[in-house]
């Protein structure tokens, strides 16, 4: 390539690194916006004084008294009960349909754009429109249904993209192999495709458990009476009434627990293969 006088085409050194250090502290910056008020948030629930804002002297007495305290085990068990309702039923609808999704010609790329919609539309939109057409339409009443049903459609689209991701990778010349040598079809599901992308099936459940367990916007509209923990910690935020100091250390519990679900998703997907 002919080199035009007084052009340069490679970059200068110094302006590389100029560049180089102002990504290094955009991402900086952002990674301070974004953990600064969760290490905030943990650090003050040690505190005596958590709402002074200031840290210190440090205590587990919050801990204690939140041992004690009843009033958030119930929402906490409806939030596991409806988590774990639709991580179940993510995985199985997951996979019945992210492994299909290979085996359809054209119109796939349509298929996976509906099936990952939901993920676009915000939560407060999804929730008006499954309130108003489960109140009016179906007359169904508020409650764990209606959260259950409203945190699928939340969940789901994660679980499929979860699945599809390794069922792309799979070779089905090995279903065709094993088919030659007389395998049925439940076989050849439960023996050869099954193992070979159940890490996707597995991290989706996770994922679609975490999603489930901390949603709130669409809950807002779904609950009727009855409260899941995020609803619960919302509205002792909001009350004037409630014990403030206790929502401090609840909520490095709810952390410390999507840290951990968080991990195993990603020990699932990638350390395993590694592995």
Do not use: C
């Amino acid at each position: 390539m002919t080199r035009r006088p007084g052009i340069n085409l490679i970059p200068h050194w110094s302006e590389r690194h100029s560049w180089k250090r102002l990504g290094l502290v955009a991402g900086v910056i952002a990674l301070a916006i974004i953990y600064l008020p969760i290490l905030w948030l943990v650090v003050m629930s040690f505190s005596a004084e958590p709402l002074s804002g200031f840290p210190g002297p440090f205590t587990l007495e919050y801990y204690r008294e939140l041992m004690a305290q009843p009033d958030w085990i119930g929402p906490l068990l409806n939030s596991l009960a409806i988590a774990a309702g639709v991580s179940v039923v993510a995985m199985v609808t997951a996979t019945v349909v992210g492994r299909a999704i290979p085996r359809i010609g054209r119109g796939r790329f349509g298929i996976v754009g509906i099936m990952l919609l939901p993920m676009m539309i915000p939560g407060v939109v999804i929730g008006t429109a499954l309130f108003l057409y489960f109140r009016v339409a179906l007359d169904m009443k508020m409650g764990l249904w209606s959260l259950f049903l409203g945190h699928f459609v939340w969940a789901y689209p994660f679980a499929f993209l979860s699945v599809l991701i390794v069922a792309l990778r799979f070779d089905k010349v090995l279903l065709d192999a094993a088919a030659d040598l007389g395998s049925g079809p439940i076989e050849r599901f439960w023996r050869i495709e099954l193992p070979l992308i159940k890490d996707g099936v597995i991290a989706g459940g996770l994922f679609s458990f975490l999603l489930s367990f901390n949603e709130i916007a669409r809950s807002i509209y779904l609950k009727g009476r009855t409260e899941t923990l995020p609803i619960y910690l919302w509205q002792q935020a909001a009350s004037h009434s409630s014990h403030i100091s206790l929502i401090f250390p609840l909520n490095v519990l709810i952390l410390l627990a999507s840290i951990l679900i968080v991990s195993l998703a990603f020990w699932v997907l990638f350390g395993r293969a590694k592995g």
